[in-house]
Nanobody, 126 residues
Framework: QVQLVESGGGLVQAGGSLRLSCAASGGTFSSYAMGWFRQAPGKEREFVATINRDDGSTYYADSVKGRFTISRDNAKNTVYLQMNSLEPEHTAVYYC???????????????????WGQGTQVTVSS
C-alpha cells in the first residue's frame, strides 16, 4: 500500500507560479498511474491531470491545458504539478492520487484511484 504526501502549496498572487510535489512511499512507485485532483470550497473534487506509469504520457483537464504540467521522477518516487499563470479560480485544495494495476489508459475519475494524499492548499489572490 502506498502513502502519499503533498507539499508546495501556499499563497500566490495572480499570474504567479507554484510547483506541487507528491512524495510516495510504501509501494513500487513506477507501477502506479498518478493523478492530481482539486477541490474548491463548495465544489466537488475534480480531475486536473494524470500521468501514466509506462511512458510518462500525460492528460489534462481542458481548464488547465497550457498552464499546468504534470511530471514524475520514478527515482525519487515523486510526482509534480507545475502550475503557471495562476488565477483566483485555481484556488483549491490539491490532492495527488495513485492507481495500481494501471494500463496505458488515462484515468480521470476519482473512483479509479485507490490511494490519496491529504491535500495541499493553493490560494491565488487577485
Amino acid at each position: 500500500q502506498v502513502q502519499l504526501v503533498e507539499s508546495g502549496g501556499g499563497l500566490v498572487q495572480a499570474g504567479g507560479s507554484l510547483r506541487l510535489s507528491c512524495a510516495a512511499s510504501g509501494g513500487t512507485f513506477s507501477s502506479y498511474a498518478m493523478g492530481w485532483f482539486r477541490q474548491a470550497p463548495g465544489k466537488e473534487r475534480e480531475f486536473v491531470a494524470t500521468i501514466n506509469r509506462d511512458d510518462g504520457s500525460t492528460y489534462y483537464a481542458d481548464s488547465v491545458k497550457g498552464r499546468f504540467t504534470i511530471s514524475r521522477d520514478n527515482a525519487k518516487n515523486t510526482v509534480y504539478l507545475q502550475m503557471n499563470s495562476l488565477e483566483p479560480e485555481h484556488t483549491a485544495v490539491y490532492y495527488c492520487a495513485a492507481r495500481r494495476l494501471s494500463s496505458s489508459f488515462f484515468y480521470t475519475q476519482r473512483y479509479q484511484y485507490a490511494y490519496w494524499g491529504q491535500g495541499t492548499q493553493v490560494t491565488v489572490s487577485s
